[in-house]
C-alpha cells in the first residue's frame, strides 16, 4: 500500500505530525511498536504526574490538621494502588491516541519501522510505499557503564514508575527533570532519598536562584543533596544493598541505598531504523536536519528527541506541526526555539521560560530583574503553600527575556509569561494588565511593577 506520509512513532511528535497531515488532506499512516502514545503518555511525562498528584494527596493528608481538618487514624501511602493509578491513567491516554487516529481515517500499524529505501519503509518484513516519512522514534533512558542497570536495584525512570513496593532508601543520579520528580515523589512518600548531581547545583538548566530554593525544598522533604558530586561504580552486595562509590566535596565515599535510580538523561533511538542504509547524516548522535526537518535524504524527515533541539514533548509537536505543513506545500512560521516553556513538576512546581540571569550576563545584555515572594501572596498563603517566587528578566527596553517561576502550580501559570515574550511585552505591558485577585498568577503582575521600581505589595 502507498501513502502520501508514513510517521515511524507515535509519541507527542509522531501523532501530531499524523493528525496534522490528515487535516490537509493527506492519506497517512502511523507506525508504532509498542502502545500508542510514546513514551510521554505512557512511561514519562502523564503517569509520573499521575503518581506526582498522589504523592500531593498523601501529603495534604498528612497535613490536614493545618487547614482545620481532623483525619482519624494513620496516614499511609498504598504504593501498589497508586501505581495502578498512574497504569489507567496512562492507558486512558493512549486509548485517546488511538480514537483521534479513527476520528483522523490515519491507518496504524503495528510493529518495528525501518527505512528500506526511496520512499519505502519496512515494518516487520512488509514493505509500505511513502511519498514522505517522518521519523519519530523518540529516545530511552541513557545507560552509563559505571551504573549498570539490572531493573531491579538499579533501575531506569520506567522502572520507577512500577516498582513493587516503597524502597527505604533511594539514590538518584542526575536532577534534571526526571530525577528530580521521582526524588520528589519517593522523599514525599517517606523514602530516605539522596539526590547526586555532577554540576555546581541541582536542576542544572534553571536559573540559580530557583536551584538553590529547589535544594531548600528538598532538605525540608528531608532528602539529602549532594552538588559537585561525580558518581564513579554503583555495584550491588550479596544482600541486595546497592554501593554507590563518589567523589564529592567531602573526598571519596561510599553510599548505600536499597535502590538506585540512575537519572542520567536520555538516548536517541536512531538505531537499526535505516539511516546509514539511506545516507542519512548524524551528528553526535543526532539526526542533521534543515530549517524545515528534512534529513540529508529528500523525503525523509526527523523531530523530536533525535534530532538536536530540547528534548520535550511540546518541541516535537510544534517541530511536527512545521514539518507537516511544509511537506503540504505552506510555508510555516519557524518554531521560536528561544521562547520554550519549560516544567519541572516537583513540589514545589519549577516553570521558566527565556534566559536565565546567568545567561543574561554571559551574554553582556544590560538587564533588569523584578521579583515576587509568594510569602506576600494572598492566595498563596490561604492555601498554605508560601514558598517559591516569581522572577522575571527584562531588557533595556523593557522587554521580557526571561521568566522563572517557583511555587504551586506555577506550571499552569507559564503560558503567560511564555507569551508575553513571544509577543514582546514590556514591563509597564505585563504591570499593567489586570490580573484577577486574588491569584497566584498576581505574582506575575508585581513581578513586572518590582523591576519598574513600582512595587505595590513589598
Same mark, same amino acid.
Given at each position: 500500500?502507498?501513502?502520501?506520509?508514513?510517521?515511524?512513532?507515535?509519541?507527542?511528535?509522531?501523532y501530531?505530525?499524523?493528525?496534522?497531515?490528515?487535516?490537509?488532506?493527506k492519506?497517512?499512516a502511523?507506525?508504532?511498536?509498542?502502545?500508542?502514545?510514546?513514551?510521554?503518555?505512557?512511561?514519562?511525562?502523564?503517569?509520573?504526574?499521575?503518581?506526582?498528584?498522589?504523592?500531593?494527596?498523601?501529603s495534604?493528608?498528612?497535613?490536614?490538621?493545618?487547614?482545620?481538618?481532623?483525619?482519624?487514624?494513620?496516614?499511609?501511602?498504598?504504593?501498589?494502588?497508586?501505581?495502578?493509578?498512574?497504569?489507567?491513567?496512562?492507558?486512558?491516554?493512549s486509548?485517546?491516541?488511538?480514537?483521534?487516529?479513527?476520528?483522523?481515517?490515519?491507518?496504524?500499524?503495528?510493529g518495528?519501522?525501518?527505512?528500506?529505501?526511496?520512499?519505502?519503509?519496512?515494518?516487520?518484513?512488509?514493505v509500505?510505499?511513502?511519498?514522505?516519512?517522518?521519523l519519530?522514534?523518540?529516545?530511552?533512558?541513557?545507560?552509563?557503564?559505571?551504573?549498570?542497570?539490572?531493573?531491579?536495584?538499579?533501575?531506569?525512570?520506567?522502572q520507577?514508575?512500577?516498582?513493587?513496593?516503597?524502597?527505604?532508601?533511594?539514590?538518584?543520579?542526575?536532577?534534571?527533570?526526571?530525577?528530580?520528580?521521582?526524588?520528589?515523589?519517593?522523599?514525599?512518600?517517606?523514602?530516605?532519598?539522596?539526590?547526586?548531581?555532577?554540576?555546581?547545583?541541582?536542576m542544572?538548566?534553571?536559573?540559580?536562584?530557583?536551584?538553590k530554593?529547589?535544594?531548600?525544598?528538598?532538605?525540608?522533604?528531608?532528602?539529602?543533596?549532594?552538588?559537585?558530586?561525580?558518581?564513579?561504580?554503583?555495584?550491588?552486595?550479596?544482600?541486595?544493598?546497592?554501593?554507590?562509590?563518589?567523589?564529592?566535596?567531602?573526598?571519596?565515599?561510599?553510599l548505600?541505598?536499597?535502590?538506585?535510580l540512575?537519572?542520567?538523561?536520555?538516548k536517541?533511538?536512531?538505531?537499526?531504523?535505516?539511516?546509514?542504509?539511506?545516507?542519512?547524516?548524524?551528528?553526535?548522535?543526532k539526526?542533521?536536519?534543515?530549517?524545515?526537518?528534512?534529513?540529508?535524504?529528500?523525503?525523509?524527515? &526527523?523531530?523530536?528527541?533525535?534530532i538536536a533541539?530540547?528534548?520535550?514533548?511540546?518541541?516535537?509537536?510544534?517541530?511536527?506541526?512545521?514539518?507537516?505543513e511544509?511537506?503540504?506545500g505552506m510555508?510555516?512560521?519557524?518554531?521560536?526555539?528561544?521562547t520554550?516553556?519549560?516544567c519541572i513538576?516537583?513540589?514545589p512546581?519549577?516553570?521558566?521560560?527565556?534566559?536565565?540571569?546567568?545567561?543574561?550576563?554571559?551574554?553582556?545584555?544590560e538587564?533588569t530583574?523584578?521579583?515576587?515572594?509568594?510569602?506576600?501572596?494572598?492566595?498563596?498563603?490561604?492555601?498554605?503553600?508560601?514558598?517559591?517566587?516569581?522572577?522575571?528578566?527584562?531588557?533595556?527596553?523593557?522587554?521580557?527575556?526571561g521568566?522563572?517561576?517557583?511555587?504551586?502550580?506555577?506550571t499552569e501559570?507559564?503560558g503567560e509569561?511564555?507569551?508575553?515574550?513571544?509577543?514582546?511585552?514590556?514591563?509597564?505591558?505585563i504591570?499593567?494588565?489586570?490580573?484577577?485577585?486574588?491569584?497566584?498568577?498576581?505574582?506575575?503582575?508585581? &513581578?513586572?511593577?518590582?523591576?519598574?521600581?513600582?512595587?505595590?505589595?513589598?
Open positions: 500500500m502507498k501513502y502520501d506520509i508514513i510517521v515511524i512513532g507515535s509519541g507527542p511528535g509522531g501530531v505530525a499524523a493528525i496534522r497531515a490528515s487535516q490537509l488532506g492519506k497517512v502511523i507506525v508504532e511498536k509498542s502502545e500508542l502514545g510514546g513514551v510521554c503518555l505512557n512511561w514519562g511525562c502523564i503517569p509520573t504526574k499521575a503518581l506526582l498528584k498522589s504523592a500531593q494527596v498523601f495534604y493528608c498528612k497535613n490536614a490538621a493545618h487547614y482545620g481538618v481532623a483525619v482519624e487514624g494513620e496516614v499511609k501511602p498504598d504504593f501498589e494502588k497508586i501505581v495502578a493509578r498512574s497504569r489507567t491513567v496512562a492507558d486512558t491516554m486509548k485517546g491516541v488511538a480514537f483521534l487516529m479513527k476520528k483522523n481515517n490515519i491507518d496504524i500499524i503495528t518495528f519501522g525501518r527505512l528500506a529505501g526511496e520512499g519505502r519503509v519496512d515494518i516487520d518484513g512488509t509500505y510505499e511513502a511519498e514522505n516519512i517522518i519519530a522514534t523518540g529516545a530511552r533512558p541513557r545507560e552509563m557503564p559505571f551504573i549498570p542497570i539490572d531493573g531491579e536495584h538499579v533501575i531506569s525512570s520506567k520507577a514508575l512500577t516498582l513493587p513496593a516503597l524502597p527505604q532508601s533511594m539514590i538518584v543520579v542526575g536532577t534534571g527533570a526526571i530525577g528530580s520528580e521521582f526524588a520528589c515523589l519517593y522523599a514525599t512518600l517517606g523514602v530516605k532519598v539522596t539526590l547526586i548531581e555532577y554540576m555546581p547545583q541541582i542544572p538548566l534553571e536559573d540559580e536562584e530557583v536551584a530554593a529547589m535544594e531548600r525544598s528538598f532538605r525540608k522533604l528531608r532528602a539529602a543533596v549532594m552538588t559537585s558530586t561525580t558518581v564513579k561504580n554503583v555495584t550491588v552486595g550479596d544482600d541486595g544493598m546497592c554501593q554507590v562509590e563518589i567523589e564529592g566535596k567531602k573526598g571519596a565515599e561510599t548505600s541505598a536499597e535502590v538506585v540512575s537519572a542520567v538523561g536520555i536517541s533511538n536512531i538505531e537499526n531504523i535505516g539511516l546509514e542504509e539511506c545516507g542519512i547524516a548524524i551528528e553526535r548522535d539526526i542533521v536536519v534543515d530549517d524545515h526537518y528534512q534529513t540529508s535524504t529528500k523525503g525523509v524527515y &526527523a523531530i523530536g528527541d533525535i533541539t530540547p528534548a520535550l514533548a511540546h518541541v516535537a509537536s510544534a517541530e511536527a506541526i512545521h514539518c507537516v511544509h511537506i503540504c510555508e510555516p512560521e519557524a518554531v521560536d526555539y528561544s520554550i516553556p519549560s513538576f516537583t513540589s512546581e519549577v516553570a521558566s521560560v527565556g534566559m536565565t540571569e546567568q545567561q543574561a550576563q554571559k551574554t553582556g545584555i538587564y530583574v523584578g521579583r515576587f515572594p509568594f510569602t506576600a501572596s494572598g492566595k498563596a498563603t490561604a492555601a498554605g503553600d508560601r514558598d517559591g517566587f516569581v522572577k522575571l528578566i527584562f531588557d533595556k527596553e523593557e522587554k521580557l527575556i521568566a522563572h517561576l517557583v511555587g504551586a502550580t506555577v501559570m507559564l509569561p511564555t507569551l508575553a515574550k513571544r509577543l514582546g511585552a514590556t514591563a509597564h505591558t504591570a499593567r494588565t489586570i490580573h484577577s485577585h486574588p491569584t497566584m498568577h498576581e505574582g506575575l503582575m508585581e &513581578a513586572a511593577e518590582a523591576a519598574m521600581g513600582a512595587a505595590i505589595h513589598l
